[in-house]
């Protein structure tokens, strides 16, 4: 193998069937990110047990640092947390409520009475209930579950009635799943550190809070999802088929910043002729003789490399962009032709390869939007430059309130509702998401239409 370098580019003599290959040293844009790793080996997530520290716990991922790959995916992916920020939004509607079912009798339909209850929304304001909940919220819409820690108070230690005096959200990634004793087919025990590598002077284990026994310990763990097919124990995003697609969408724009800042160093092609050699290794040979130095071939080399790099800054570089360069040539006797410098641009097909990108980004921004469960209508991506009609967002809101709603609902207020139940029993009064109904301005009466209100 061959190398020949000028300045910070140069080329590869593989001298086997792969040919020639070019380089650039010091590349602007380019390197090892942690997201860069968790594709590599993705297999089945949670079904095998690992041990942390002497604790055998259920592993989030394969590398057991899931909520850390998708927040550096995410991080990297520039539509990601905007989508999931509209879907929490269009989950949280206006906040929860507290209501009771009801049935008319008329339509024989079910139908929820909102209703008023101080004593319950006292004792939940006391601990901040909707900070609680949108923060379970925000783990729900990213990782499809969330951890929940019940605090007892001091009432049954000396014989008084139990209740739970409040609720606290746990960070998605600090929480893990203890593996379950054999014999025992669901966790028995959550612990809480800082996962994916905890001290383990800091990790604590929970049991799991039993709804049915409420007030059996004075703090209790327990974690909440929405079920994933075939996954064990916890769920996964659903969004997990499309990672390799918002790995390539998030990583476009470093692509093209990139082949901004590099491109040009092999933008042309240049021709030097061998008569300006010939006369510098004449001029080489002369200064070493009037120095009394030995001249060596690899003096004419290094002269080369600084020749040339010095040439090619002219060429290379933003700032150099709209420059021209000049050169002349003279008649070579020996050659019988003329002779001077010659500078080929390249022609790298740039509109081709921006084209091919921006295609490559409209498919991974739809890939993204699918498998984050939300139309592209409802999240504010600009699908193949169409802009979508104020109908269209009608329909697909109405389309998401009555089929993407009710589960994440009932899996979110869980908690609250069994805090309820604990604390009044038989009260009868449960807790949802409120949502207004959306109308369409034709539907709406002409003084209380959006653009009379602006």
Known sequence: MKIRRTGNWGIIDTQSEKGLMTFTIGAVGRGWSPSSIMLTGRGTYFQRKLSVNGVDIVPMGDNND??????RLLDKFYAGEG???KIAGLQWGEGPRLYRECIDEGRNMFYRRWVLDDEVTRAMEAWDYTTFLHKCLVDLTHMQGFFVKFIRNRG???????????????????ARLVYPPEGKDEPLEVVVGDFPTPDAKYMYRYPVFDPQNPFKHAVAVKYYNI?????DFMSTPRYLGAFEWLEMAGG????????????SAISYHIESPQSYWD?????????????GEAYSEAMMEEYKDAAMEKFATSLTGRENAG?????SKYWSPEADDFEGWKVTPIDKKIKDFVDAQIAISNKADAAATSGFGLDPVLSNLIIQNKLSSGSEKLYSLKVYNASETAIPDMILCKPLQ???????????????????????????????????NA
């Open 83 to 85: 989508i999931l920020g």
């Open 279 to 291: 006369k510098a290794r004449d001029r080489i040979k002369e200064i070493c003789h009037q120095r």
């Open 418 to 452: 069994q805090y309820i139940q604990a604390n009044w029993p038989g009260r009868g009064v449960k807790i949802g998401l409120y949502r207004s109904a959306v109308e369409a301005e034709r539907d709406v009466s002409p003084e209380n239409r959006l653009r009379e």
């Open 227 to 231: 079920y994933s097919f075939c996954k």
């Open 323 to 327: 420059k021209y360069f000049h050169t």
């Open 66 to 71: 899931l909520p850390g790959d998708v927040m």
């Open 252 to 263: 476009i724009a470093g692509l093209l910043i990139a082949y901004n800042e590099n491109a």
């Open 156 to 174: 049954p230690r000396v014989g008084e009635p139990g209740r739970i005096a409040r609720l606290e959200h746990i960070p998605y990634q600090k």
